[in-house]
C-alpha cells in the first residue's frame, strides 16, 4: 500500500526561527514529490521535486528530495506568522495520482 | 476560468438523503481530481478524470460515491444515502496535461455535514 508520512505532526515555534519539515514515503511508480501549504481550504502549490540531490528554493522556503533514502524536507528560514498553515507532503505516483501525508500544522507565534 | 470552483461551499445534509457537489476546473485543463479531507486528516485521493473518463476509481470507498464528467469539464460527485462518516471537506483538483507527475490546482472545497 502506497504510504506518506510527515513529521512532525504539529510545531510551534517563535516568529524568526528556523523550521524543518519531514516527509517520508513508500509508493510504487514514484514520479514526483510535491509540498502544498494549506491555510483555509485550498492546498497552494509550494514545490515539485523529482531529482535527487537539487535544491529548491523560493524565498524564505526551500526544499530538497532524497530519492535513495525515500524522503523530502521543507525549510523555513526566519518564519513569520504567515507561515503559520498546514503544510502537506504528496507523492506523485503513476500517471497522475497523488498519494498525500497527513500534514504538519505550523504555528508561529510572535 | 482563473481558477477552479467548487460549489456549494457547504452542505448540510440529513442522514439518508443523497448530495452533489460539483467542480468547474481551470478552463483547458483535461485532468480532474477529487480528494476528500476528513478533520484533521491528509487529503484522500477518491478518483480521476482524465477528459471524460475515469481510470483510476481506486479510492471511491464504497459504491455509494459515484462521479461523473461531461464536456471535458465539470464534474459532479454524487454520494447517495449518506452516512455520518462521509462528512469531510470534498476537495477537487485540475491540471493541465498528462504524466507530468505533477502540479495540480485545488479548489476552495465543499464542506459537507450529514447530521
Known amino acids: 500500500e502506497d504510504k506518506v508520512v510527515q513529521s512532525p505532526l504539529s510545531l510551534v515555534v517563535h516568529e524568526g526561527d528556523t523550521v524543518t519539515l519531514n516527509c517520508s514515503y513508500e509508493?510504487?511508480?514514484?514520479?514526483?514529490l510535491l509540498w502544498y501549504k494549506q491555510e483555509k481550504k485550498a492546498p497552494t502549490f509550494l514545490f515539485m521535486l523529482t531529482s535527487s540531490g537539487i535544491e529548491k528554493k523560493s524565498g524564505r522556503l526551500s526544499s530538497i528530495l532524497d530519492k535513495k533514502e525515500l524522503f523530502s524536507i521543507l525549510n523555513i528560514t526566519a518564519t513569520q506568522t504567515g507561515d503559520s498553515a498546514i503544510y502537506l507532503c504528496?507523492?506523485?505516483?503513476?500517471?497522475?495520482?497523488?498519494?498525500f501525508g497527513q500534514g504538519t500544522r505550523l504555528t508561529i507565534n510572535p | 476560468g482563473a481558477g477552479v470552483s467548487q460549489s456549494p461551499s457547504n452542505k448540510v445534509t440529513e442522514k439518508g438523503k443523497d448530495v452533489e457537489l460539483r467542480c468547474d476546473p481551470i478552463?483547458?485543463?483535461?485532468?480532474l481530481y477529487w480528494y476528500r479531507q476528513s478533520l484533521g486528516q491528509g487529503l484522500e485521493f477518491l478518483i480521476y478524470?482524465?477528459?471524460?473518463?475515469?481510470?483510476?476509481k481506486s479510492g471511491l470507498p464504497s459504491d455509494r460515491f459515484s462521479a461523473e464528467r461531461t464536456g471535458g469539464s465539470v464534474s459532479t460527485l454524487t454520494i447517495q444515502r449518506t452516512q455520518q462518516e462521509d462528512s469531510a471537506v470534498y476537495l477537487c483538483?485540475?491540471?493541465?496535461?498528462?504524466?507530468?507527475?505533477?502540479?495540480?490546482?485545488f479548489g476552495p472545497g465543499t464542506r459537507l455535514t450529514v447530521t
Open positions: 483538483a485540475s491540471s493541465s496535461s498528462p504524466g507530468t507527475g505533477g502540479e495540480q490546482y
Open positions: 478524470f482524465q477528459g471524460n473518463s475515469a481510470p483510476d
Open positions: 478552463s483547458g485543463h483535461t485532468a
Open positions: 509508493v510504487t511508480n514514484f514520479r514526483s
Open positions: 504528496a507523492a506523485g505516483v503513476g500517471a497522475q495520482k497523488l498519494v
